[in-house]
């Protein structure tokens, strides 16, 4: 299977932070939310020109107050036969969406007092052993609120189909942060529930589902099963350029993470069970208390600061004006969809798409917000007075790194009266508003936490998805043949700031040649796609140190090779290897990554030249590479350096979140 592999930089790139320029918010009064006004509205949003552009087909569903005001299907589920979609018949994935389903269905064995969410969930698994290297326990909160602790784990074999129960045993990972420390998304959690799911109930976990929430629901035409029914009715997937792609397998075959199938019409009916306290016409899913836990921010960096329920998460915050909003989004090539409830207004909103070309997501919520649920009153930090001293606040000063992300981080310094914080997104200034609470000159608020010592450990500022830790300095390594003023220091230790480069000790050797082994080696750590445990497939990439590295760069299609063929891991790689290999990453993980043309002043090989285009167009290089107004001499036949490599990567991740 082509699992989704979240590299470094997919946050930033899938979820752009200014797709349609918005407005200024200025505070209008809110419009009724009815059936007439919401389909005016959402008929003028798919016609927005950067809207239509974007879009191959999609499903957008509205309910408020026990009632369904918009149940529609835009554009096509099929662009070649202009087969519409129909919010009644046509399928969509809904990805990670199903993570809220899985929920559900845990707390509604909660509820009957089969599991204790508060209970280490070892007693669930009386086959399986967790390894957890903290000696804390692991509970069903820490799996529901992504505070597992978990380290990558180990990649499935795309080559076989899987059970859950197999796949939660091949793929186990392990505890390596206290459980409940900090938040960073983790798929496994939910595969957990899943096969938790099925221990307690004895029944699969779709058929456990099936039974207690798809039929009460009436959810006919949904399925957490790649089904014969799912294949004839589901929407056709397209990439980033809006070509046909090929349907993602469920890996296990029902996929707790995110393998459920539905429809506008059956989302419908689960998010009036969820807006009415978990009741359905004559049904009931869940007790009322369930859902006011399941919605509420249970974990949060600190109070004023959106975080994350039972299923459900922050990841628009700017544009909920204020309210009370909780929200679940998906994403799987060709595929992606949102969930939103606002549990004080009894409404809910659904979201599917068919194209990995842009994210209609974003502008939709802003839009929607500022028009029935503006911003009321003036919503300005309130700072603290006096502002804090430069010596107050140099107990927040260091380096962040996101726990999720490798390459994604805050150097923050402390000033009389504020932090400069120096980001991918670029630098800002935060002002304090309250104990570890700040906001930057735009409001978006920040927090600190302290680990389990006392100690300034945890930052969560302008990114969603997980929180960032702290780097003790003695965790950041000096390279003996890398000073200060050496002209590849910023990308060498910009590395090392972002936890790429690991080595404590030692030299660097910024001037050697790297080989093909040490190149995949440094860039497939970087993605949260668990590293292979297959046997090799090349023959002479057996006892490598880079082994399981190159076999996972193969498994997922970023190299190419067959059994029994050779790789050459000792080989010096060139730069045309290095380009073209990085650019396969990109738009293998990102999906909708498009190539970039760039006039070059040599040849290059023919399979090469995207690749060279996309690292010279993007200016992924360091001073070995002349920037000018005329054609780039990239020297693509030449072996590329260690230094050079890390010009390459730094880049890629200050260019990939811009």
């Known amino acids: 299977m082509k699992k989704i592999m979240i590299l470094i930089l997919v946050a930033a790139l899938m979820i752009p932070s200014s797709l349609i320029s918005a407005d200024s918010k200025p505070n209008p009064p809110a419009v009724k939310l009815d059936k007439a006004e919401i389909e005016t509205f959402a008929k003028q949003f798919f016609e927005q020109k950067e809207i239509a552009d974007q879009l191959a087909g999609a499903v957008l569903v509205v309910v408020k107050d026990g009632e369904i005001l918009l149940n529609e299907g835009y554009g096509y589920a099929d662009i070649a036969t202009k087969k519409p979609v129909d919010p009644d018949k046509t399928v969509f994935r809904i990805a990670s969406v199903t993570k809220l389903i899985t929920a559900v269905g845990i707390m509604q064995l909660a509820e009957e007092g089969k599991v204790d969410l508060d209970k280490d969930v070892q007693t669930y698994l009386p086959n399986i052993q967790i390894p957890n290297k903290t000696g804390y326990p692991l509970t069903l909160k820490h799996l529901l609120t992504h505070t597992t602790g978990f380290d990558n784990g180990t990649a499935p074999n795309p080559a076989r189909s899987y059970s859950l129960e197999q796949y939660v045993k091949d793929t186990m990972p392990t505890v390596v942060l206290k459980p409940g420390e900090a938040y960073y998304y983790n798929n496994f959690g939910y595969d957990l529930q899943g096969y938790i799911i099925e221990k307690v109930s004895g029944l699969s976990y779709h058929s456990y589902l099936n039974k207690n929430l798809l039929e009460p629901l009436g959810m006919s035409n949904s399925s957490l099963i790649f089904s014969e029914k799912v294949k004839k009715a589901i929407a056709t997937p397209y990439d980033g350029e809006l070509k046909q792609a090929e349907h993602t397998i469920n890996v296990p075959d029902n996929m707790p993470t995110g393998g459920m199938f539905s429809t506008g019409s059956d989302m419908a009916e689960f998010l009036l069970a969820m807006v009415d306290g978990g009741k359905f016409s004559s049904n009931r899913i869940l007790t009322e208390a369930s859902v006011k836990e399941m919605v509420n921010r249970s974990v949060t960096i600190h109070p004023d600061i959106p975080g994350v329920g ?349």
């Open 310 to 658: 039972y299923g459900l998460e922050t990841i628009y915050p700017q544009s909920y004006n204020g309210h009370n909003v909780v929200e679940k989004g998906g994403d799987l090539p060709g595929f992606h969809a949102n969930l939103w409830l606002l549990p004080d207004q009894n409404t809910g909103m659904f979201i599917a798409f068919n194209s990995d070309k842009g994210n209609i997501r974003e502008p939709f919520i802003e839009q929607f917000m500022n028009r029935y649920f503006p911003q009321s009153g003036d919503d300005k930090p309130v700072y603290m007075t006096p502002a804090p001293t430069k010596e107050q606040l140099m107990r927040f000063e260091g380096q962040y790194n996101d726990l999720r992300m490798p390459g994604w981080g805050y150097d923050i310094t402390a000033t009389d009266g504020t932090l400069i914080v120096e980001a991918p997104t670029g630098k800002h200034i935060l002002r304090q508003a309250d104990d570890m609470l700040f906001y930057d000159e735009e409001g978006i608020a920040a927090g600190f936490k302290v680990d389990w010592r006392g100690d300034i450990r945890y930052f969560s500022y302008n990114k969603a998805g997980s929180w960032s830790q702290r780097v003790l300095e003695s965790e950041l390594p000096k390279f003996t043949d890398v000073p200060s003023e050496h002209p590849y220091a910023e990308y060498i230790y910009g590395l090392v700031q972002a936890g790429v480069l690991k080595s404590t000790e030692g030299s660097f050797e910024p001037a050697k040649a790297m080989t093909r082994g040490q190149f995949l080696g440094l860039i497939m750590p970087l993605s949260t796609y668990p590293i292979s445990t297959q046997p090799s497939t090349f023959v002479d990439t057996k006892g490598s140190p880079y082994e399981k590295e190159i076999q996972t760069a193969l498994e997922i299609g970023i190299i190419q090779g067959f059994s029994g063929s050779t790789f050459g891991p000792e080989k010096l790689l060139t730069r045309e290897q290095a380009a073209t290999i990085l650019w396969r990453l990109v738009k293998i993980v990102l999906m909708g990554a498009t190539p970039v043309e760039a006039e070059l002043k040599e040849p290059v090989s023919s399979w090469a030249s995207t690749g060279v285009q996309y690292v010279v167009g993007k200016q992924l290089h360091g001073p070995d590479v002349q920037v000018s107004t005329g054609p780039t001499d990239y020297r693509a036949k030449e072996h590329i350096l260690n230094q050079e490599v890390a010009a390459m990567l730094y880049r890629l991740l200050q260019e990939a979140i811009k």
